[in-house]
Structures are given as structure tokens and as C-alpha cells.
């Protein structure tokens, strides 16, 4: 990532103790967080490293005035909804790292509340990367698919709401210059066994699918998105607009 001639300045400090951050800003945008999918983080560790990181940057927004953009995560949902999701739905955290974006969430409404510092919560569904196959599995996958790899897909009727890198990327970008508010941000719904016959046919792969435990379904993620299009003029990709970006 070549940043010269940029206007960045690049900070080492650990969130987790202190809220004395050398900068003057008027928007945090606030991602950092102990993510257990790729490490083998304690739940203690989630919890309380995530939870007082988020606390010291509303402590930091407080001084600075600033407008705080959250990024949460739809994991503070349970996995199976037969219904679509709203930002009403009641929120049932299936993990710690969900649980932990829920007290993050609670923390800055409590705050916001308090010393009126806007606060905007972005629950971003599972993001996955064309470009950066290390990402998480699903970035992973669409790396075998286009090296041509045999796909074994396990619960391929499992339906998730996957959103491309970009797709995030311009929902946290337009929330940076909407009104404050709570969103839901995915993609739209597909089972994986969709998903990846259309990345095969977008990709010309000749990659071949091995299909396990066919009849097991037991994640249903599907989101009501009408609140962020309407409110952030933002968007979900197309089907054609997923792959080869």
C-alpha cells in the first residue's frame, strides 16, 4: 500500500489503556478490534480488550467533540432468522466477538446520550476480499474458484448475506457524512451454494463442487436494508457488481 504523498500519520498506541490519543480530529471512525476468527483469543480477552478500547475513544470523542462512527457487526445477531432483519430485530449475540460489539454499542449510546457526541453504529455483515485470500474463508474460497481448485462446501444451504471489501468501505464512507444512526450493512442474501456457482460462472473457473451435509442448514442471515439506503444513499452491489471489481 504506497501512502507517499498522502496525508496520514500512522500512530502506535494501545486503545485498550489509554484515551490520551496525540491528535485533534473532528470524526473517529472506529474499526480496531481483537477479532477471534483468526487468532485463538480468549472470550475474556474479546470482551475486555474490545470493551475498553471502545470506552477510551468515546472518552477521546468526548474532549474532542467529535462525531464517532462505530463499526459493529451483525454477529450480535443469532445465526438462524427466519425472518428479515432490521436494526429492531432484537439483538442475540451467537459469539463473544458479537457480544463484545453489543457492549461496545451500549457504551457509546450511554455516552452519546450523555455528553451529545454523535454516534453512528454500523453492523457490517461478513466481509469478504477478491484480492486478499487470507482475509477469512470466503476470500479464501473465491481464491480457490479462481485457480480452478475442487470446492468441498459443507451446509452449502446456509444463507448469508456476504458484502464485498468495497461495498463496506462505501457505506463507512457515506456514514461519515450522514446524520447519526444505528444500520445494518450486508449484502444480499444468497446460500453459499449460490455464491459460489455464480463466482465459478463470473470467474470462467473450472473449479468443480463437492457438496457435504447437503440437507443441514443452520445459518439464515437476511437483512431488511431500506433504513441504510434510505438514510446513507447507500447501496448493496448487484450480483454482477460482487465479483471481478
Avoid at 99 to 126: M, N, Q, V, Y
Avoid at 180 to 204: H, R
Wanted: aromatic letters at 8%.
Amino acid at each position: 500500500l504506497d501512502l507517499s504523498g498522502k496525508r496520514f500519520k500512522f500512530i502506535k498506541l494501545d486503545l485498550s489503556k489509554s484515551s490520551n490519543i496525540p491528535i485533534k480530529t473532528n470524526l473517529i471512525i472506529h474499526l480496531a478490534a481483537v477479532v477471534p476468527y483468526n487468532n485463538k483469543s480468549r472470550a475474556a480477552v474479546v470482551l475486555e480488550e474490545n470493551s475498553k478500547a471502545f470506552l477510551n475513544v468515546m472518552k477521546f470523542a468526548t474532549k474532542q467533540r467529535a462525531k464517532v462512527v462505530f463499526i459493529s457487526s451483525t454477529d450480535v445477531y443469532p445465526l438462524l432468522v427466519k425472518d428479515y432483519i432490521t436494526e429492531t430485530t432484537v439483538p442475540l449475540p451467537h459469539n463473544e466477538y458479537g457480544l463484545s460489539k453489543l457492549i461496545c454499542e451500549r457504551i457509546g449510546e450511554a455516552i452519546s446520550e450523555i455528553f451529545d457526541i454523535p454516534l453512528t453504529i454500523l453492523r457490517l455483515g461478513p466481509i469478504y476480499s477478491e484480492y486478499d485470500s487470507t482475509a477469512n474463508r470466503i476470500s479464501n474460497l473465491l481464491h480457490n474458484i479462481k485457480n480452478g481448485k475442487t470446492i468441498k462446501l459443507n451446509e452449502q444451504k446456509n444463507i448469508l448475506s456476504l458484502i464485498h471489501l468495497e461495498n463496506a468501505a462505501e457505506a463507512i464512507g457515506a456514514a461519515a457524512v450522514s446524520m447519526p444512526g444505528k444500520y445494518n450493512i450486508a449484502g444480499i442474501p444468497l446460500s453459499i451454494q449460490d455464491f459460489v456457482n455464480y463466482a465459478i460462472n463470473q470467474y470462467c473457473s473450472k473449479s468443480k463442487v463437492e457438496s457435504i451435509n447437503s440437507d443441514t442448514q443452520s445459518i439464515c442471515l437476511r437483512f431488511d436494508l431500506n433504513h441504510a439506503m434510505e438514510c446513507l444513499n447507500w447501496k448493496p452491489f448487484s450480483l454482477d457488481e460482487m465479483f471481478n471489481r
